[in-house]
């Protein structure tokens, strides 16, 4: 099996970390616009099964909105990264020329 280079270059992590935020962004208005049209059902429908049907969407829209919290956090810990990778390369440089 071939094996391939990986190569990490600081704006790469940049562009990718915009995109996936901005993608998980979109990804989330979707999620809760879709979480937020349980209440035209009460327009159709009515009873028990419509509210339980609510409630089961809120709760879950609120468990989502968390967990996209959390995945955009963790989004922005590339900048870090990238950071940290442009650091050593640099250190990295330094010490070749150095030797």
């Known amino acids: 099996m071939e ?3 990986l190569i990490v270059t600081t704006e790469l992590l940049q562009q990718k970390e915009e995109e996936w935020k901005k993608i998980t962004t979109q ?17 159709v429908f009515c009873g028990k099964p419509v509210s339980a049907l609510k409630t089961d969407f809120l709760a879950q829209k609120e468990k989502g909105k968390k967990d996209f919290e959390r995945l955009l956090r963790h989004l922005e810990k590339l900048k ?4 940290v990778y442009d650091k050593v ?9 150095r030797n």
């Not at 990804?27 to 327009?43: M, Y």
């Not at 390369?89 to 020329?97: A, D, L, P, T, V």
């Open 27 to 43: 990804a989330e208005q979707i999620f809760c616009e879709t979480a937020d049209s349980v209440k035209g059902l009460k327009q």
């Open 80 to 83: 870090v990264i990238a950071f």
């Open 3 to 5: 094996q391939k280079e």
């Open 89 to 97: 390369e640099r250190e990295n440089r330094g010490f070749i020329k």
